[in-house]
């Protein structure tokens, strides 16, 4: 992928039909549903800019659990894990703050994934994992924070469906009861949508 077109796709300051027949014209003015959708698209165009295996490939064959950051530039599902985020942490801030506080997220990460792509030689997907992984807690922390939750009954909450989800993978399937009783907003939220408690 050329550089500069992941410059651009990354920075959101691509021209107008840069290529026949595509246009990156989506308007992310004025409300966080607007920047969503816009963040979106260009996490979509950048997957496919970036749909090219990465030369050499890996001895073993791509399966379940392998990173796919190591089979193609940028994955798809590593673009959708950022949107994924994006969306959730901005949904624990204040209505009135949400708007101005993803744009500042967005561009800080995406910043970094610029300075780092521009540094090294690595390809942009293993950067967007990576970054993502460093900054976890800047957007969960202070998502929370923004909201007025406990910043550590998050984590507890977090640690608590992590081990869940551990143990179902095991093929034990323990009782969602502690986490509908948790009274962090995001048990809450599962009790609302939870037909059972």
């Given at each position: 992928m050329p550089r500069g077109l992941a410059s651009g796709f990354c920075l959101g300051v691509l021209p107008r039909g840069f290529a026949p027949g595509f246009y990156l014209g989506v308007s992310r003015q004025g409300t966080i549903g607007n920047w969503l959708d816009g963040l979106w698209l260009e996490l979509l165009a950048l997957t496919i800019a970036g749909s090219t295996l990465i030369e050499p490939q890996p001895q073993e064959p791509e399966k379940r659990g392998t990173d796919p950051t190591s089979y193609v530039v940028v994955p798809w599902c590593t673009a959708l894990r950022y949107h994924w985020r994006a969306t959730e942490a901005s949904s624990?801030?204040?209505?009135?703050?949400?708007?101005?506080?993803?744009?500042?997220?967005?561009?800080?990460?995406?910043?970094?994934w610029m300075e780092r792509f521009r540094e090294t030689r690595r390809p942009l997907g293993k950067i967007i994992a990576e970054v993502y992984k460093e900054r976890e807690n800047v957007w969960w922390n202070q998502a929370v924070s923004g909201e007025g939750g406990s910043t550590s009954g998050f984590l507890a909450l977090k640690n608590q469906i992590s081990s869940l989800q551990q143990q179902r993978r095991r093929g034990r399937y323990p009782p969602l009861l502690p986490l509908l009783t948790s009274p962090h907003p995001l048990g809450r939220q599962m009790r609302q949508k939870c037909a059972c408690h």
């Open positions: 624990r801030v204040l209505g009135n703050h949400r708007y101005a506080w993803l744009k500042l997220r967005c561009h800080e990460e995406r910043t970094i």
